[in-house]
């Protein structure tokens, strides 16, 4: 109760105060310096106005940095297509000039696909019979052998590398002193295989397809001699080959058309 009767107390004497601050400013015994309030307040005005401008600005300066990102990464895409287009241009302008499939019937095609990333022994490409394309054509890149097309769609094949034992290819020597038949063994090493123990080869000789091959040119590179050993019959002799090609980075390949 005593609360309450202090409360009002307060109250009363505190709008007696403001009564009275009131009566004497109008009389003219107290004068308010209103030039100092406007000053003030036009000060905060300015710093309101200024903060304003820096968030304006701010926003501004955000919304450009965005437009030259946007056109940072449009240039970078058009960096990157200019230079798969020089990537490109080059290995056509090297099958062009490879002195083996130089007056071949061949179109360009890119790999869209692999069975296997690491250890490829199929690739999908980007052309068919829309372009030409039959199952058995030689597929090459430069002078080196991938392998053949296995299967045939409208706009699409599948290619079975030399990676696989779908496919037999007759194979020889660059000065055709060996000959011997192209296997994968269980170890996944590619052989040629049957040569016969007179025959002359030696490490470091280039092997390339034999004139024998009914569906596939001569010439063309497989790899090189790394190895040789005895067969299992103890009679012929085996020989390890090191492809020439890294399967898992065929990008762009060509398909020899048939004639």
Do not use: W
């Amino acid at each position: 109760m005593k609360n309450t009767l202090n409360i009002k107390k307060i109250a009363i004497l505190f709008l007696v105060c403001f009564l009275t601050f009131l009566l004497l400013t109008v009389i003219g015994v107290i004068n308010i310096d209103t030039n100092g309030i406007d000053s003030y307040l036009f000060s905060i005005k300015k710093r309101i106005g200024t903060i304003s401008e820096v968030v304006d600005r701010l926003s501004t300066y955000r919304e450009e940095n965005e437009s030259l990102r946007i056109e940072n990464l449009d240039l970078l895409s058009k960096l990157s297509k200019l230079q798969s287009l020089e990537i490109e241009n080059e290995k056509l302008k090297a099958q062009l000039n490879s002195k083996e499939t130089i007056k071949e019937n061949k179109v360009l095609a890119s790999v869209t696909g692999m069975n296997n990333y690491l250890t490829p022994s199929e690739i999908t490409i980007n052309v068919g019979k829309s372009s030409g394309v039959a199952v058995g054509n030689a597929v090459v890149l430069n002078d080196f052998l991938v392998g053949k097309v296995s299967e045939v769609g409208e706009s699409k094949s599948q290619v079975t590398l030399l990676s696989s034992n779908k496919y037999s290819y007759i194979v020889t020597n660059k000065d055709l002193s060996a000959k011997g038949n192209l296997t994968l063994n269980s170890s996944n090493e590619l052989i040629m295989s049957l040569v016969l123990p007179g025959e002359i080869i030696k490490k470091g000789d280039l092997i390339v397809t034999d004139s024998s091959n009914t569906d596939v040119m001569k010439n063309l590179i497989i790899g090189e001699v790394s190895e040789i050993r005895n067969s299992q019959n103890g009679f012929n002799k085996d020989i390890v080959i090191t492809r020439s090609l890294d399967y898992s980075k065929l990008d762009l390949v060509f398909v020899l058309l048939s004639k």
